[in-house]
């Protein structure tokens, strides 16, 4: 038997439950963490990074306002997960990196967002995860005229 074609209103529907679904798992974790999720955001980006990055780049990579960002790297700070210094090579210029406390954190985060990822795709075969992330690339990007993907 040949199942019916979700029209394209179901798979949004669908699309918007996973989503949900991922999303309040993770900000579960991360509150769990005491960590509110923009300013886990903002850990993992620097992680991820690799090296200090300036307030203006860290505005950029998360899509928001340097107002933002300002209170952002104040509320990890505060809680001596980053720190400010000068740039070397600009001293007008502040760089932020992570403590190790900071780096500490990032591990377990890290740790969760991987058994978050294991529980949300266990049900699925290795065929179907081949399927899966193929749909997944192929919908994230954007058709021509649309512009480039967020």
Known sequence: MVA??????????????????????????????????????LLLGLHERGKPASM???AVA???VPRTITSLVDGLEQRGLARRTADPKDRRA????????????????????????????????????VTFGHLLRKLSIAPPGEGTKQ
């Open 4 to 41: 019916a074609v979700p029209d394209d209103r179901d798979l949004l529907g669908v699309l918007d439950e996973l989503v949900l679904l991922f999303i309040g798992r993770r900000d579960a974790f991360f509150a769990a963490h005491n960590v509110p999720p923009a300013q886990s955001n």
């Open 56 to 58: 203006t780049e860290l």
């Open 62 to 64: 998360q899509g928001v």
């Open 94 to 129: 502040i760089l932020v990196s992570l403590t190790e406390k900071g780096l500490a954190l990032v591990d377990r985060l890290e740790l969760g967002k991987a058994n978050l990822a294991t529980a949300v795709f266990a049900r699925l075969t290795e065929r179907e995860r």
